[in-house]
């Protein structure tokens, strides 16, 4: 007997590997995870109806440690077990779920990036966690599920499969913004990034709804096939051309919103100061991954389809450019929280992988990713640094670097912390002869190559001012 979905079930293995070992994950801990105790600290089964006046759920051993760090080994474990996976595959070039995903070297570098970024993401916030009193096993259960989605989004070869794979993402997201439930500012934060990530969500669908109305597939290869036609013969319904640009245009607005560039940028600062410190690193790491390689795809898929709206797609994506380039470095001045100095220094960093997706060529493509991947360990050192303690007697307990004036003592308090810290924001600013320098350089030099002067002028004086800034003391753009 044929089985038709073998194929399939071959080259999304990783995929379902981690999406049943989270399912897995999600009932061990609601198995072992809490239980229920009444006031004389009598166990109780969580099957009895609960009377709040009598019982009260606590975690083993009240801080829940054993269940913290069972559940971050055993997703660490997952992470492991999917990079093997992703690197024996065994299928690495195919179209599969109906053309829904693809594989190929480009996916399977992606993924190897996004899997290293979120294993090094739940490593890192384990202490953070333990000591917020957050709930470990959702945290890490929610970190892999986002994962898996951001694995399928970086797969995908169909409008269909981008919008679930991103909601997937992003609405582990949105629980995972609003972990600390007795924080205000992390319940502000998770409500604010779902309302506006509803509605970005809903933009993203109508573009979608918009170009498999007016072309009549959601298949990206299928659309690229439109080229052999012209543009008048291929949209048959009256104002087909100019109705498909603007469904391309809200998709292209709807992707960036997720990425959290400029002007889409309103959501960044705020959910990254609320959101608990774990959970930022998270974010600031692990979805650009994921959407930067898609809209690779979608930039290179939709241009073949359609030649004329490679123009509209540069000056779209240029536009964003400049705007996250410019509010990256100048929005930051007036910050005085780390993590919201972070937030503003991550729109800047879109920004210039803007700039490399811009130049279309293939230089700016590769160091488009050999910048991503320096970001995200950059982004992972700096928030691990800050959750670092700022004394040495502080060392058991959880008192991170918070505010940009407790860095005017950390060098006689922690000296091995204060230089970890200026190494890593002299990296992020771009100051020779660190990487991150070379990463920014060679994506101008890209951008100056394709000709987008404007953009790569821009984009060096931004980081001129940033190094200046840093230098000069005050230290904003550089975060």
């Not at 660490?76 to 779920?97: D, E, F, K, M």
């Not at 959910?271 to 898609?294: L, N, Q, R, S």
């Not at 488009?368 to 950059?378: Q, V």
Request: net charge neutral; proline share 3%.
């Amino acid at each position: 007997m044929i089985d038709f979905f073998e194929n399939d079930w071959n080259c999304l293995l990783p995929e379902l590997f981690c999406v049943l070992t989270s399912v897995a994950l999600v009932l061990f801990g609601a198995a072992y995870g809490m239980y229920v105790t009444n006031s004389h600290g009598v166990g109780v089964n969580q099957g009895v109806p609960l009377d709040i006046g009598i019982f009260m759920v606590r975690r083993r051993h009240s801080n829940a440690e054993p269940g913290l760090l069972c559940s971050g080994a055993l997703g660490a474990l997952i992470l492991v077990y999917v990079c093997g996976l992703i690197l024996h595959r065994p299928i690495t070039q195919a179209s599969c779920c109906a053309s829904g995903f693809i594989l190929d070297s480009l996916s399977s570098q992606c993924q190897l990036i996004l899997v290293g970024a979120a294993f090094l993401s739940v490593f890192l916030s384990m202490n953070s966690m333990r000591q917020q009193a957050l709930n470990g096993f959702e945290c890490v259960c929610l970190m892999l599920f986002s994962t898996t989605g951001g694995m399928f989004l970086i797969c995908s070869a169909d409008l269909m499969s981008l919008f679930l794979s991103l909601e997937i993402q992003s609405v582990c997201f949105y629980v995972l913004a609003a972990t600390a439930r007795n924080s205000e500012f992390s319940t502000e934060a998770g409500l604010k990034y779902l309302v506006l990530g509803a509605f970005s969500s809903g933009v993203l669908l109508f573009g979608c709804s918009l170009l498999y109305g007016f072309c009549g597939t959601t298949s990206l290869y299928e659309l690229a096939n439109l080229s052999a036609v012209t543009w008048v013969d291929s949209i048959t319904a009256p104002g087909g051309r100019i109705v498909s640009g603007v469904g391309l245009v809200f998709l292209l607005f709807g992707v960036l919103f997720k990425l959290g560039a400029a002007p889409f940028h309103n959501w960044v600062p705020d959910v990254y100061e609320g959101a608990p410190i774990g959970i930022t690193t998270f974010f600031a790491a692990v979805p650009k991954v994921a959407i930067m390689a898609f809209m690779l795809r979608v930039s290179t898929q939709l241009c073949q389809m359609w030649p004329q709206m490679l123009t509209h797609r540069v000056k779209n994506t240029a536009s964003c450019c400049l705007f996250s380039l410019f509010i990256g470095a100048i929005g930051a001045l007036g910050q005085r929280k780390l993590k919201r100095l972070f937030a503003y220094g991550a729109i800047a960093h879109v920004g210039y992988l803007l700039m490399a997706l811009c130049a279309r060529n293939p230089e700016g493509v590769h160091w488009m990713f050999f910048y991503l991947t320096l970001y995200a360990l950059l982004v992972l050192c700096g928030f691990g640094l800050l959750m670092c303690p700022a004394r040495r007697e502080w060392v058991f307990s959880y008192q991170g670097t918070c505010y940009l004036s407790e860095l005017s003592t950390i060098m006689k308090t922690n000296p091995v912390l204060a230089m970890s810290f200026t190494i890593t924001l002299f990296s992020m600013a771009g100051i020779p002869p660190l990487a991150g320098f070379l990463a920014k350089y060679f994506i101008l030099l890209s951008a100056f190559n394709a000709k987008l002067y404007l953009i790569g002028f821009i984009g060096a004086l931004v980081t001129v001012i940033s190094c200046v800034e840093f230098l000069s003391g005050s230290g904003p753009a550089a975060c």
